[in-house]
Nanobody, 136 residues
Framework: QAQLAEFGGRSVQAGGSLRLSCLVSGVDYTRRCVAWFRQPPGKERESVAALYTIPNGATYYNRNLQAVQERFMISQDYNKNTVYLQMNNLNPEDTAMYYC?????????????????????????WGQGTQVIVSS
């Protein structure tokens, strides 16, 4: 049974950096679409970035979040079954619960290319989330 576990969320000052980790277990890591979503307080969950889990797999970012594309980077350690989200120059608007999600079929990453963002409904496996709080 596929499981996702997020790590790395904490409180940080504005301008700081964090790296979130998503460990994929219980299933073969390769050829999945693994994404990061976030849910700010009182708002809907929104997609941030996605990665196709093959060596040098393609990455995708929510094109509606221009400021995020400039500051965040999704990556992976293929040998550790882990997807990362490096977040730089954080600001209070980045305060949210950050979730890792996986589409085990892998095809959803193609939808990111077409739509420019990810949809919550496309992902069947979710982690519990990790809280990021950015103070000014």
């Amino acid at each position: 049974q596929a499981q996702l576990a997020e790590f790395g969320g904490r409180s940080v000052q504005a301008g700081g950096s964090l790296r979130l980790s998503c460990l994929v277990s219980g299933v073969d890591y390769t050829r999945r679409c693994v994404a990061w979503f976030r849910q700010p307080p009182g708002k809907e969950r929104e997609s941030v970035a996605a990665l196709y889990t093959i060596p040098n797999g393609a990455t995708y970012y929510n094109r509606n979040l221009q400021a995020v594309q400039e500051r965040f980077m999704i990556s992976q350690d293929y040998n550790k079954n882990t997807v990362y989200l490096q977040m730089n120059n954080l600001n209070p608007e980045d305060t949210a619960m950050y979730y890792c999600a996986a589409d085990l079929g892998g095809s959803v990453c193609g939808d990111w290319y077409v739509r420019g963002y990810g949809e919550v409904a496309d992902y069947g496996v979710w982690g519990q989330g990790t809280q990021v709080i950015v103070s000014s």
